[in-house]
T-cell receptor, first 113, second 115 residues
Framework: GNSVTQMEGPVTLSEEAFLTINCTYT??????LFWYVQYPGEGLQLLLK?????DKGSNKGFEATYRKETTSFHLEKGSVQVSDSAVYFC????????????FGPGTRLSVLP | DSGVTQTPKHLITATGQRVTLRCSPR?????VYWYQQSLDQGLQFLIQ???????AKGNILERFSAQQFPDLHSELNLSSLELGDSALYFC??????????????FGPGTRLTVL
């Protein structure tokens, strides 16, 4: 079945540091890939997505590229801020009705001033 | 604001009781998903409905049940509650149809505390 693996953290960085959170997946067919973010005390928000190989999703300075050859969708940001402290979830969607939607375990990021 | 609403926001009850959580999806979305998130835990997928029909089932206990009504809102029923059922319960919805990326839009969650 479909699965998502991501570094579980926690990850602690200083402000303005470079961020990478690794995500790899296993899936049949051609899934869509997502990064969601959950700020403290809130629900999940879609951060970015990519729907086919070599697509790059980007939002709020975050980027991730759909790499089919390495089955990866790593999240990167060049300069993190304290306000980026949150839990980040990698996810994939498969099936005609989105019934094969799988989330990774989440990575907690703490950014220190 | 995702457009997905959940009520109530907080719920405190006792062991052995039964509660109902309600979710209204975004306008036009036919799919509704339910998730459980315990403290410091990831998301546990419970169940998905598409246009009133059950589409996928995850780690949902037999004490839990759900349904999606003709107006597309959904309810999650939790019965014979135990202390371990204390968690955040999220509802999400996604676009209709068999095409598209099926990205999910999440509600703010219901925090359930079982005493």
């Amino acid at each position: 079945g479909n699965s998502v693996t991501q570094m579980e953290g926690p990850v602690t960085l200083s402000e303005e540091a470079f961020l990478t959170i690794n995500c790899t997946y296993t899936a049949t067919g051609y899934p869509s890939l997502f990064w969601y973010v959950q700020y403290p005390g809130e629900g999940l928000q879609l951060l970015l997505k990519a729907t086919k190989a070599d697509d790059k999703g980007s939002n709020k300075g975050f980027e991730a590229t759909y790499r089919k050859e390495t089955t990866s969708f790593h999240l990167e940001k060049g300069s993190v801020q304290v306000s980026d402290s949150a839990v980040y979830f990698c996810a994939l969607s498969g099936g005609n009705y989105g019934q094969n939607f799988v989330f990774g375990p989440g990575t907690r990021l703490s950014v220190l001033p | 604001d995702s457009g997905v609403t959940q009520t109530p926001k907080h719920l405190i009850t006792a062991t052995g009781q039964r509660v109902t959580l309600r979710c209204s999806p975004r306008s036009g979305d036919l799919s509704v998903y339910w998730y459980q998130q315990s403290l410091d835990q990831g998301l546990q997928f419970l169940i998905q409905y598409y246009n009133g029909e059950e589409r996928a089932k995850g780690n949902i206990l037999e004490r839990f049940s759900a349904q999606q009504f003709p107006d597309l809102h959904s309810e999650l029923n939790l019965s014979s509650l135990e202390l371990g059922d204390s968690a955040l319960y999220f509802c999400a919805s996604s676009e209709q149809g068999t095409s598209g990326s099926h990205e999910q839009f999440f509600g703010p969650g219901t925090r359930l505390t079982v005493l």
